[in-house]
C-alpha cells in the first residue's frame, strides 16, 4: 500500500549538553510525510555540535531562526553541483526505497519543514 506524499523535512532535537553549557549537540532527522500524518523516516544519522568560548552559554546565542539555518545546512550535500536547494532525486531514491513511491518532480513541489522538538524549544528559551 502506497500513500501519497505531502511534506518534506527534517527534525531538529537535542542531544546532549556539556555541563558548563558551552557545548550542544543536536540530532537531525530527514523525513518524508505521508498522508494520514505518518512520517517515513529518509535519514537519521545527522546531527551537529556547536560551542561557544565566551562564558556565556551557547542556548543564549541560538534562536529559532538561526537553529533552523543550521539544520538546513546539515541536510544539503557538502558538495552539488546540480545548483539545487535539496537532493532531489537521491530524497526521491531513498523514499522509493522505503515504499513511498514519488518523483524528485513531487518532492521538489512539497512544502520542507523544519521542526524543532521541545527539548530544543525549552533549550533555546531558557537562556
Known sequence: ?????????ATCDLHQTSDDGRSVSFTV???VEVEGSRRVVL??????????SSPFPVRESYTEESLTRD????VLPDEDESGEDHPWDWL?????????????DQLRS?????ELTE????????G
Open 92 to 104: 526521491a531514491e531513498l523514499a522509493r526505497d522505503r515504499g513511498v513511491i514519488v518523483t524528485a
Open 110 to 114: 512539497l512544502p520542507y519543514e523544519v
Open 71 to 74: 539544520v538546513l545546512n546539515v
Open 29 to 31: 532527522t530527514e523525513f
Open 119 to 126: 527539548r530544543v524549544l525549552h533549550l533555546i528559551s531558557a
Open 1 to 9: 500500500m502506497t500513500h501519497r506524499p505531502v511534506a518534506l523535512g
Open 43 to 52: 535519514r537519521g544519522d545527522l546531527g551537529f555540535t556547536t560551542g561557544w
